[in-house]
């Protein structure tokens, strides 16, 4: 459906205003482009027109895209496989240990899932298989699973206890509801039982069962269900169900798969139950019924269980959480009792329980650590530390020093599924350090010693025909500060060649997200060389609404606090142009999802800023769509955005910084949107609707406004790697022509 009155000689699609309006709380609005979201032939003709207009006018990068693409194939080692992971299956024969890993093939653009059978001891460190070991086992060939589909990926795989079944899930249309599958692999074959509309996930409930979550129509995950193999999916059996839409459920199993914990979440609070996995039919015994604003998650230990929580013991109150330990009875917070209190600045974000030790993850002074604490060592910590280096145990990262780098980091501990490993392990990077594995050593008494760290696996990077061999040290990385406007202190990781003239002509990107309390880590990328080559500045801006600097500064960019989200951001743009890093001229914007709202609204806000935005998949029209407690999300969003439903003050704070209701008649930098037609969570319709407003009010050329949509794809964009790599190659070679135009 076009709009013939107002169509321009360019060719760019021109959407119809119809006359649709909302009212509430008195205050009436016209939605001229909501027919966008109907179900109608004319909504995909629009779609597809957007995406003719986006190949006219880009046509001209497609030897630049075809460049960016054989940049990331050249410096990848396309045929490769992962770190594998020791695995202990207990069976009537004893126990039977493999290694499991997956493999990359050159020229396919999915995994396949193997494993080897080894006698390999728990002191052994993990081989390298040979390119085709003639004793590998075949698990799952995700290409053998895609074909014939457009889109593939897969949710849940994991193998039953004494290993003979795997079950897995997959979705072959990117809107995140899956199928579940079985197969048994002792013969090869599948079984017949399938289960459809699973959600993310599923746990083993012994050998013949699967515990797994259905969604409703809104996409929420709200029962836990049973299937006992061989039954049909309708005769599963519901074991609870989530009738209070704010909640999420999820089922996942302790290490030594005794024990199913059942976790209910809203943004603001949490119930955990315990489901005996020998009996996973009978009703969950939950740890601490839900109370508003406290959150907590359950680890399970051999004798007593792990909680991260935020609650207040005494009279201390966790903000940044703390760890208490607590009988399996536990029914009450009087049963708990603090290990590791609450430590000001340090952010703990969980626990992972073996025999031996304890792995505690933290965040502080921005940056991801990991703390190992022998299990007999265990003393109550003194209260209110004034450092992160009085928490109890061994910093994973002091002892990753001499294989570290100088600069922003990130180490993070990786959970392994046995209950006694005589190592720890680890992966390290940071923006210009390819991602590292590693093992430490621990003592018997499950300490963290001085042996050598053991390097299983550097991401390789291979040298290029151009650019030569790659070498961190030609890059220079660091952290800078910019002042928002409260005053605020706000961090910006920076990376770039170490000859980029520092002069404020240098192309930059900023990058940007700022919400539910996700930290933009500082991680290595292939992709990104192909900018930081071509001599572009590339920046991360941690801004509040994240979690880089612990709970308060998510809370102080959600809800009623959400602009602080904006202005920060706005904030690390002018400070690199003051540090001399870069001009608004030069300078693209980048934020994908609820980082595309911030895109969105940095746009209304600061136009003269960049030079371009990139809105990836972006949540634009948010007030629109938290309106509707019909559509996927929308209740469970309350908690982060406020209810404007029932609160006019939440329903005017809303409406004043929605990138889709504040569109201005001024110039916009060039702006790019992109989406996928089947995406849950943020709808096709918001950036369609902002593109369509953007282009008739606008005071832009047609061409400086574009939307491409993904017409077999969700939420996060096209599958396959090989695919992955021409949709980046897509965005980066428009970001290239903005800053050289």
């Known amino acids: 459906m076009f709009d013939s009155a107002d169509t321009r000689p360019s060719g760019a699609p021109r959407a119809a205003r119809l006359p649709r309006e909302r009212t509430h709380h008195g205050r009436t609005v016209l939605d001229p482009y909501e027919w966008l979201r109907d179900d109608d032939p004319a909504v995909t003709a629009y779609l597809r027109a957007e995406n003719d207009w986006f190949d006219a006018c880009t046509a001209d990068q497609e030897e630049l895209r075809r460049s960016i693409v054989a940049d990331i194939a050249a410096r990848t080692q396309q045929t490769d496989l992962s770190v594998p992971v020791r695995v202990v299956h207990e069976t009537d024969r004893g126990p039977v240990v493999y290694w499991y890993y997956r493999r990359f093939v050159e020229g396919d653009s999915y995994p396949v899932h193997v494993r080897l059978r080894t006698d390999a001891g728990p002191d052994e460190l993990p081989p390298r298989p040979a390119d085709a070991p003639d004793a590998e086992e075949v698990l799952l060939d995700l290409n053998e699973r895609a074909e014939g589909h457009d889109f593939y990926q897969v949710g849940l795989l994991d193998t039953s206890p004494d290993g003979t079944l795997l079950a897995w899930s997959e979705d072959t249309t990117g809107d995140e509801r899956f199928t579940v599958r079985f197969r048994d692999l002792t013969t090869g074959d599948d079984l017949s039982d399938t289960l459809p509309e699973a959600a993310w996930g599923g746990v083993w409930a012994g050998d013949d069962a699967l515990v797994y979550t259905r969604c409703d129509e809104a996409w929420r995950p709200f029962q836990v269900v049973v299937h006992e193999l061989g039954t049909p999916a309708e005769d599963d059996r519901v074991v609870l169900t989530e009738s209070d839409e704010k909640y999420w459920l999820s089922a996942d199993a302790s290490r030594d798969r005794r024990w199913v914990v059942v ?51 005494g009279e201390e109150r966790a903000i940044d959480f703390a760890v208490a330990a607590a009988p399996f009875t536990a029914r009450t917070l009087a049963d708990w009792t603090p290990v590791v209190r609450p430590c000001p600045g340090v952010r703990i974000l969980g626990v992972d329980a073996y025999a031996t030790h304890q792995v505690i993850h933290v965040r502080h002074d921005g940056a991801l650590d990991a703390y190992v604490v022998p299990t007999g060592a265990w003393q109550v910590q003194a209260a209110e530390p004034a450092r992160a280096d009085l928490l109890p145990g061994r910093s994973i990262a002091a002892t990753l020093a001499g294989v570290g780098a100088e600069g922003p980091a990130t180490v993070q501990a990786l959970p392994l599924p046995e209950l006694r490993p005589h190592r720890v392990r680890a992966v390290f990077t940071s923006l210009v350090d390819p991602q590292t594995v590693v093992e430490c050593d621990l003592s018997p008494a499950g300490a963290l010693t001085d042996a050598q760290v053991h390097v299983l696996r550097r991401t390789p990077v291979l040298d290029h025909p151009e650019h030569g061999p ?88 959600r809800l009623l606090h959400k602009a602080n989200t904006f202005t920060d951001f706005v904030a690390c743009a002018r400070e690199l142009v003051a540090a001399h890093y870069t001009c608004p001229e030069r300078m693209v914007a980048e934020g994908g999802s609820a980082g595309g709202l911030l895109m969105g609204a940095v746009a209304n806000l600061a136009p003269d800023a960049f030079a371009g935005i990139l809105a990836e998949v972006p949540f634009v029209d948010p007030l629109t769509t938290i309106l509707k407690p019909e559509l996927p999300l929308t209740v469970t969003e309350w908690e982060e955005w406020g209810d404007p439903l029932t609160d006019p003050t939440v329903y005017d704070y809303l409406a004043g910084y929605s990138p889709y209701e504040n569109v201005a008649a001024q110039h916009y930098p060039k702006i790019l949107a992109t989406s996928g037609l089947h995406d849950t969570r943020v709808a096709y319709v918001e950036p369609a ?16 406004i574009l939307l491409r949509v993904e017409m077999e794809a969700g939420h996060g964009g096209v599958s396959g790697r090989y695919e992955g790599w021409a949709e980046r190659a897509r965005e980066l070679a428009w970001v290239i022509t903005v800053v050289d135009a």
Request: net charge negative; aromatic share 10%; hydrophobic share 35%.
């Open 263 to 313: 976790t209910s979440a809203s943004k603001d609070s949490t119930e955990c139950a315990l489901l005996s996995a020998d009996d996973p039919y009978a009703t969950p015994q939950v740890v601490l019924p839900r109370t508003p604003g406290v959150e907590y998650e359950v680890e399970v230990g051999q004798d007593r269980l792990w909680i991260t929580h935020n609650a207040t013991l």
């Open 470 to 557: 790659y070498r961190p040290e030609d890059y220079q990385q660091s952290r800078l500060w910019a002042t928002a406007d409260d005053g605020t202190q706000v961090p910006i990781s920076v990376v770039h060649r170490r000859d980029v003239p520092l002069d404020g002509t240098a192309p930059a990107l900023l990058y940007g997200y700022g919400a539910y309390e996700i930290s933009i880590d500082p991680e290595f990328s292939i992709s990104r060389l192909s900018l930081l080559d071509r001599g572009f500045v590339v920046a991360l801006a941690h801004v509040r609404g994240g979690g880089e600097l612990g709970r308060t500064w998510y809370d102080d960019g």
């Open 689 to 704: 609707k902002w593109v369509a407003a953007l282009r008739h009010t606008a005071r832009n050329d047609d061409a400086d």
